[in-house]
């Protein structure tokens, strides 16, 4: 079974700081690995993905995040936030190669972001 | 190109009552999903739909929960009879096949009192 773990259901960052958003996964086969952004009132964007290949993946926005295998980790940063990035993040896992496409998510973290 | 679209935006029922949310796809997208977030909780998924049929309904709850596809376009979701603990917001998301990039629809809020 896969499941997926973010630690800190609230972050605060100052504008211009570091944005670090932190994703444990568990899963027992190789997974596929994302981090969906929800802005008020939208629906889920797609920021990054991890599928094969490099492990540091960069995404919409100045995001970017990088897949440990031994740390099983999806963290998720960016190097200067801005006041637009306050919203709702959200890191998935899916099953490689499988028939079906349906994401496992976590808890979700929102992001504050002070002037 | 549209987005995924989703109806209604809110929806308050009582107790007891029959609620059907309305999911269109991308269109071209053979792959519809239906995902589900109670306040406090993670967004879950429900289930699955390829073209008309459904790939995976693991995640429905109850037989309380009903979704079609109909002709493999828009689907709907129904809920009969809504209890409390049905609040939240339903998502729904397509992709093109299914190991692809599932775009997300804005969600339908959900509330039971």
């Known amino acids: 079974a896969q499941s997926v773990t973010q630690l800190g259901s609230h972050v605060s960052v100052s504008e211009g700081a570091l944005v670090l958003l932190r994703c444990n996964y568990s899963s027992s086969v190789p997974p596929y690995l994302f981090w969906y952004v929800q802005y008020p009132n939208q629906g889920l964007q797609l920021l990054l993905k991890?599928?094969?290949?490099?492990?540091l993946v960069k995404g919409i926005n100045g995001f970017e995040a990088e897949f440990k295998k031994s740390e099983t980790s999806f963290h998720l940063t960016k190097p200067s936030a801005h006041m637009s990035d306050a919203a709702e993040y959200f890191c998935?896992?899916?099953?490689?190669?499988?028939?079906?496409?349906?994401?496992?998510f976590g808890q979700g973290t929102t992001l504050q972001v002070k002037p | 190109e549209a987005g995924v679209t989703q109806f209604p935006s809110h929806s308050v029922i009582e107790k007891g009552q029959t609620v059907t949310l309305r999911c269109d796809p991308i269109s071209g997208h053979d792959n519809l999903y239906w995902y589900r977030r109670v306040m406090g909780k993670e967004i879950k998924f429900l289930l699955h739909f390829v073209k008309e049929s459904k790939q995976d309904e693991s995640g429905m709850p109850n037989n309380r929960f009903l979704a079609e596809r109909t002709g493999g376009t828009y689907s709907t979701l129904k809920v009969q009879p809504a209890e409390l603990e049905d609040s939240g917001v339903y998502f729904c998301a397509s992709s093109q096949v299914s190991d692809s990039e599932a775009f997300f629809g804005q969600g339908t809020r959900l509330t039971v009192v």
């Open positions: 998935a896992v899916t099953v490689r190669s499988s028939n079906t496409g349906k994401l496992i």
């Open positions: 991890y599928t094969t290949g490099a492990t």
